[in-house]
């Protein structure tokens, strides 16, 4: 059953209270809900009637004949900003939330800071501008963009000269590549040499590198994942030498820098172009020391290349 306040004196702070809250509420613009405002008001007014004596009971006084003037108006500076509510959890601030990105898949997922985005440039490039490789190297840093940097002992970057016309492009390195650091030194690498020596060039006269800079474990291919986070700065190195000619060196480089999944069997052979640079695909030096009768073929590729550098060539290896 509902109970009416039997004090004038406590009917009076009931008023007093509630216009106390308007006014809060105006100040506020109306942020506070109404359905809170009735609530603190009926609870304030049960508390007060908690407070009077039960009916029946003798007043403490004699009501007075005439109606309690109202209290005088309160000045809006006056109003006890403490004696409002606490403002609805809906407008509370919200917790600031982790960093996310979206996926290739369209998920959105947590990403470490320590993977940035490449958001239209190649890492390494400021503004558009021509890089340099140590530039790209420190991009690159203590690189963990992929999983195959579990179980690297080497980021293997590049070596030759930065100024160079003619670069070649592998797959990923090998165990003794991971080991040193440095591309192409196995029995792969011994090929390449002969190959480079036999086209009329050194070693230094070049740049070598690979599309993936850590080796996959047991030397298998480098996954479609592995390759989208690294090539990057493969593109940023080439953009950094400039070179006349590309030479990609098996299916993974040919594949990745044309964007092209013609088997490298088809693509060897026919100059192609990676951003208006002439590239040449042929065999890796691995699947020749694996099929050496495929040598010729790979030969017949490189004498191609020399012809734009004017040279003659030595021996075949
Ligand atoms: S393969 Fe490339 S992207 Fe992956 S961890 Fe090594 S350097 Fe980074």
Not at 14 to 36: I, K, M, N, P, T
Not at 75 to 101: H, I, N
Request: aromatic share 4%.
């Amino acid at each position: 059953m509902n109970e009416s306040p039997e004090s004038p004196e406590a009917l009076g702070e009931v008023v007093e209270d509630l216009r106390r809250h308007l006014l809060w509420q105006e100040e506020s613009g109306g942020r506070a809900l109404l359905v809170d405002s009735a609530k603190l008001a009926a609870e304030r007014s049960a508390s007060l009637r908690s407070m009077l004596p039960p009916r029946g009971a003798a007043p403490a006084k004699a009501p007075p004949a005439e109606p309690a003037p109202a209290p005088p108006p309160v000045p809006r500076a006056e109003v006890p900003r403490a004696a409002a509510p606490e403002r609805p959890a809906a407008l509370a601030p919200r917790p600031a939330s982790p960093p996310v990105a979206a996926s290739g898949n369209g998920l959105l997922l947590d990403v470490p800071q320590k993977a940035p985005p490449y958001p239209g440039a190649l890492p390494g490039v400021v503004d558009g501008e021509r890089p340099t490789l140590d530039e790209i190297r420190r991009t690159l840093g203590d690189c963990q963009r992929c999983k195959l940097c579990t179980g690297r002992k080497n980021i293997v970057f590049g070596v030759g000269n930065p100024r160079a016309d003619l670069v070649f492009v592998g797959e990923g390195p090998g165990e003794n590549e991971d080991l040193k650091g440095i591309p192409f030194v196995g029995a792969a690498g011994d090929l390449l040499t002969k190959m480079i020596q036999a086209m009329g060039f050194s070693r230094d006269d070049v740049y070598i590198c690979n599309v993936v800079k850590c080796r996959p474990p047991g030397n298998r291919n480098p996954e479609p994942d592995e390759i989208a986070s690294c090539e990057p700065f493969l593109r940023s190195q080439l953009l950094a030498i400039q070179p006349k000619v590309i030479v990609a060196l098996g299916k993974f480089a040919a594949q990745t820098l044309l964007r092209d999944s013609t088997p490298i069997t088809r693509l060897r052979g026919q100059w192609r172009e990676y951003q208006g640079v002439k590239l040449m695909p042929t065999f890796h030096p691995a699947y020749l020391l694996r099929s050496p009768a495929e040598k010729r073929k790979a030969w017949e590729d490189l004498q191609q290349v020399m012809k734009i550098f004017g040279k003659q060539g030595g021996a075949r290896t």
